[in-house]
């Protein structure tokens, strides 16, 4: 079946510093990808929608300068936090819905969990 | 706009007990339906899905969910609960296609008690 990847699983690093997190689809062609963020014990709430070769849409309250989206590929998005602070400090995850799908041809990647010092 | 509700946070139940979490949606169109369980740092496993077929839908590891229009409703059941079962649970409503977006619930944490 369809499997997305993300890479790194989990990534630790000082304020300040920015960090790239990346989403591929291994085995299909994503030219869109969904962008998710789960904080502790919360649901997960949906950041952005990242189009290949287009500009990403972010939902509402979403900083687009700080969250980068680059859809390189039609199996490659990143997500890029940048000047990551601890309050950043969250589970990130990346949703691909496989071409001519129905609702329930989606695949999640298996999230990357990121730590700001 | 979509949305959904879990009733419950937190749910507590004695091992070989019925487990039912249940999930309320709000949706413009004819929803999409989907739960997902959560174990600890862990990614998401998909449950069951609701996509507009019959209403009573079977998963995997003996879960059940059933679509209800008239109460806007998509409650997930389990006969006996196990050990294992204890996780997050998340009820999601999309629209159409895979390319729509997908709106989680608040989630539901499940502790099953020996």
């Known amino acids: 079946g369809a499997v997305v990847s993300q890479h790194p699983s989990r990534v630790i690093c000082k304020s300040g510093t920015s960090v790239k997190i990346e989403c591929r689809s291994l085995d299909f062609q994503a030219t869109t990808m969904f962008w998710y963020r789960q904080f502790p014990k919360q649901s997960l709430m949906l950041m952005a929608t990242s189009n290949e070769g287009s500009k990403a849409t972010y939902e509402q309250g979403v900083e687009k300068d700080k969250f980068l989206i680059n859809h390189a590929s039609l199996t490659l998005s990143t997500l890029t936090v940048t000047s990551a602070h601890p309050e950043d400090s969250s589970f990130y995850i990346c949703?691909?819905?496989?071409?001519?799908?129905?609702?329930?041809?989606?695949?999640f990647g298996p999230g990357t969990r990121l730590l700001v010092l | 706009a979509q949305s959904v509700t879990q009733l419950g946070s937190h749910v507590s139940v004695s091992e070989g007990a019925l487990v039912l979490l249940r999930c309320n949606y709000s949706s413009s169109v004819p929803p999409y339906l989907f739960w997902y369980v959560q174990y600890p740092n862990q990614g998401l496993q998909l449950l069951l899905k609701?996509?507009?077929?019959?209403?009573l839908v079977k998963g995997i590891n003996g879960f059940e969910a059933e679509f209800k229009k008239s109460e806007t409703s998509f409650h997930l059941t389990k006969p006996s609960a196990h050990m294992s079962d204890a996780a997050e649970y998340f009820c999601?409503?999309?629209?159409?296609?895979?390319?729509?977006?997908?709106?989680f619930g608040p989630g539901t944490s499940l502790s099953v008690i020996p």
């Open positions: 999601a409503v999309s629209e159409g296609t895979s390319y729509d977006k997908v709106i």
């Open positions: 609701y996509t507009s077929a019959a209403t």
């Open positions: 949703r691909a819905p496989v071409p001519a799908g129905g609702a329930e041809a989606q695949y």
